[in-house]
């Protein structure tokens, strides 16, 4: 069996990875897999160990890392979050795509380690659009969508670590141009 | 009847727009036309007035200039090249998408005459791969091929002037993603 794709969608924050994902993440064709996440965050009610999440200590997530077992991990109010590599490896032997819908840092991290990943950046229609997009979202101090839109003007520069940029005028386009990527690599893979 | 698209692929010179275009060009669904353009050249052997050219004199080429029946219009080596409005404006009439591929310097002037144009600006992965294009094109004198890398850096900075970008990595995925793009403008065009 061909082993399976590393794709990561990233972008800056405000761009609408989730939303653009929401029109492909149901096409059975491009034999997506989403890797399960490691994190030091508790448990909310519901959440299964090792299906939403792998829910683990500080001292282990830390021993992870020095063990070199995660592809990618941030912090964020004051939580580890990460991407086991095992998890990863074990759905693409599987023959499954591991699509990583990740920040701009993870999915640096993630390709220093897997030069062969499919990386695909999302970029807004332009800046004012981004900061209507993160202004509409909810309504934060004005102090906070300064911090994001810094964030996301230097995230933006990042632009030429990625192999595919895909504009989000348009979600429903942006969707479409992301599944004919994944198509497109996938039909390269096969005929290697 | 809707009203045609009207598309433009433009991109620096030896990116390979005619190439892409081989991938996608027969395929019916596009419903594309490309609008017969209007040339002080002389017709050369087996070339036909209306169908490969509309063959003029430079007087008649000048008084369309004048009034402004030329989408846009170009000097190469001592002969005018120009699109007729009157033809783009016949086919898309008709219900066709008509197809543009044009030098960057055309593209400008049909983007300023019509904000609704679809406008595609092919990239070439980076400049190295520019260069190993232009120099394997064909043996061409090292000031040419360094005019020619010079004028696409600088063509290369109009990006933002256009409403898609693709990069012609790999044409068969290039041309994927601009038949991607046309489905869709059909689509929005469509539900209007």
């Known amino acids: 069996m061909k082993r399976g794709l590393l794709i990561i969608i990233s972008g800056p924050s405000g761009v609408g990875k989730g939303t653009v994902r929401k029109y492909f993440e149901a096409n059975k064709d491009l034999n997506l897999a989403y890797s399960t996440s490691m994190t030091t965050r508790k448990p909310r009610e519901g959440e299964i160990d090792g299906k939403d999440y792998f829910f683990v200590t500080r001292e282990q997530f830390i021993q992870s890392i020095q063990k070199g077992e995660l592809l990618e991990y ?12 095992k998890e990863v490896n074990r759905l693409r032997d599987e023959g499954k795509n591991v699509l990583l819908e990740i920040e701009v840092q993870g999915a640096k991290q993630v390709q220093e380690k897997c030069p062969d990943a499919i990386s695909i950046f999302i970029i807004p229609p332009s800046m004012e659009e981004l900061e209507n997009r993160i202004r509409g979202r909810k309504s934060e101090p004005e102090e906070i969508v300064q911090q ?27 969707a479409d141009l992301i599944q004919t990527i994944i198509y497109r690599n996938i039909e390269i893979e096969e005929n290697k």
């Open 148 to 174: 994001r839109l810094a964030k996301a003007e230097k995230e933006l520069k990042l632009v030429n670590q990625y192999k595919y940029i895909v504009c989000n005028d348009d979600p429903k386009l942006a």
């Open 74 to 85: 941030a912090e964020f109010v004051g939580n580890y979050y990460g991407t086991p590599l």
